[in-house]
T-cell receptor
Framework: GAVVSQHPSWVICKSGTSVKIECRSL??????MFWYRQFPKQSLMLMATSNEGSKATYEQGVEKDKFLINHASLTLSTLTVTSAHPEDSSFYICSANRAASLNEQFFGPGTRLTVL | AQSVTQLGSHVSVSEGALVLLRCNYSSSVPPYLFWYVQYPNQGLQLLLKYTTGATLVKGINGFEAEFKKSETSFHLTKPSAHMSDAAEYFC??????????????FGKGTHLIIQP
């Protein structure tokens, strides 16, 4: 149990376009979902926290108008990178928290975004 | 705010030797501590976690870690390294606010190299 999926697993887009990444908890309801960003050979940095039905909370330095997060249901959160630029190229990883798991987060496999 | 320091960005051990990956944290309140492993181009897999109770926690693949409050440490060990242990390891900390889950703060990661 506690499987989290992400789609797509990789995407290449042109500069200026928008890209949507989906994060789904497949076999549990996620009270909270998180989005992280990982640059090559670096650690994961928390971008934002989202709760179903409410606005996401963004970490300092993360542009909320550029990284749009929608948490439409207890099993789905989406991250949209708007007007993507090459510097947005990164590995985006989501995680989902299951209420019964005492703050354990279950991670998706990640999405590799490359902006040309 | 909490932080995590992982000493050594690269650790190299011989197959069959002891693995020791160091992690120190800072936190104003008792933290929840985690070790994750990441294989290339994949998401994170939980190795083990400390929340409350026994300070020596055992995880998957023969790994274990001991929470030492006096030393603010949570070092990861494995008695005998296997080639398949070669990966990136992240120590992470979070605080349980009681009102919901909090995002994880990660260390910079340690790349474990296993020499044949």
């Amino acid at each position: 149990g506690a499987v989290v999926s992400q789609h797509p697993s990789w995407v290449i887009c042109k500069s200026g376009t928008s890209v949507k990444i989906e994060c789904r908890s497949l076999d549990f309801q996620a009270t909270t979902m998180f989005w992280y960003r990982q640059f090559p050979k670096q650690s994961l940095m928390l971008m934002a926290t989202s709760n179903e039905g409410s606005k996401a909370t963004y970490e300092q330095g993360v542009e909320k108008d550029k990284f749009l997060i929608n948490h439409a249901s207890l099993t789905l959160s989406t991250l949209t990178v708007t007007s993507a630029h090459p510097e947005d190229s990164s590995f985006y990883i989501c995680s989902a928290n299951r209420a019964a798991s005492l703050n354990e987060q279950f991670f998706g496999p990640g999405t590799r975004l490359t902006v040309l | 705010a909490q932080s995590v320091t992982q000493l050594g960005s690269h650790v190299s051990v011989s197959e069959g030797a002891l693995v020791l990956l160091r992690c120190n944290y800072s936190s104003s309140v008792p933290p929840y501590l985690f070790w994750y492993v990441q294989y290339p181009n994949q998401g994170l897999q939980l190795l083990l976690k400390y929340t409350t109770g026994a300070t020596l926690v055992k995880g998957i693949n023969g790994f274990e870690a001991e929470f030492k409050k006096s030393e603010t440490s949570f070092h990861l060990t494995k008695p005998s390294a296997h080639m398949s242990d070669a990966a990136e390891y992240f120590c992470a900390v979070t605080l349980y606010s009681g009102g919901g889950a909090d995002g994880l703060t990660f260390g910079k990661g340690t790349h474990l190299i296993i020499q044949p």
